[in-house]
């Protein structure tokens, strides 16, 4: 996978040079740590980044799991952890399926990324995607399984850094709940894929009447976590065949490390799949 050929000028939509600058405006950008730092800080200077990875930690390549709280995974309720696991089941027979050139969005710490790699299925190439470099660079040194098909770009899912009908799939764990301004990473997804090509994401729902969702709403993250906005969203960008499935449903467990969603809030676990 030759990445270079891929990559555009966020502000300018014109293909960037070997050298990493912008054959228009003439902005240089960077790669570092094996991460290809495509983000426009005119465009994306008000997007926040959750994690604080340093690049003291990148060098040290600490554990994947010391930036994960110890204790996370047992305030997971069991009826959470089954739904993650059903979820997981059901994400598997679509990798399975996958083939070309995969782009994951906000690939973060790489849950997502984890279960790709774990597929038999091997017969696609992917570029790793996240707003924050840093959280890349460490996840990179910590997946970097199978090198020559994966491929990692620092780009705001807002303003992506790819070329038109470059994906034949496009993946996402969450973004929508953690990436405002949804309209436009809806647009930016279907132009990015082929025609034909297919969005799968899995995250959570909530219901209107929720605290979860009064919150997201604060956070402007509603879109993501109500199932008729998103699909209407998606709809909205030009998705047709738009399935979306409720795999199951938990009550979420009190967890601080976690702003969304609020304990006690019903949890709709679900798979979307939509078709450009």
Known sequence: MKIKDL???????????????CNSCGTLYEYQYGVYDVISQNLSA???TY???TEEEIEKADDFESKIPADYELKLSDETKLAQKKVSDYMDKLIETFSGTVCDLATGMGRNLQQILRSQNQNFNIVCTDIDKNILALTK???DINEERIAYVATDGRHMSFSENTFDYATSLSGFGNIPESDKVASELYRILKPGGKLIISGGFVDKNSQSYDIA??????????EEYLIQELTNAGFKNINSTIVDKAIWAENPYDLLPVAGDMLYFYVLVAVK
């Open 7 to 21: 990559l555009i000028c966020p502000e300018c939509k014109i293909q960037i040079s070997d050298n990493m600058a």
């Open 46 to 48: 008000n997007q926040k």
């Open 51 to 53: 994690w604080q990875v």
């Open 141 to 143: 040194k910590i997946k």
């Open 217 to 226: 709403k604060e956070y402007k993250l509603e879109i993501g976590f109500i």
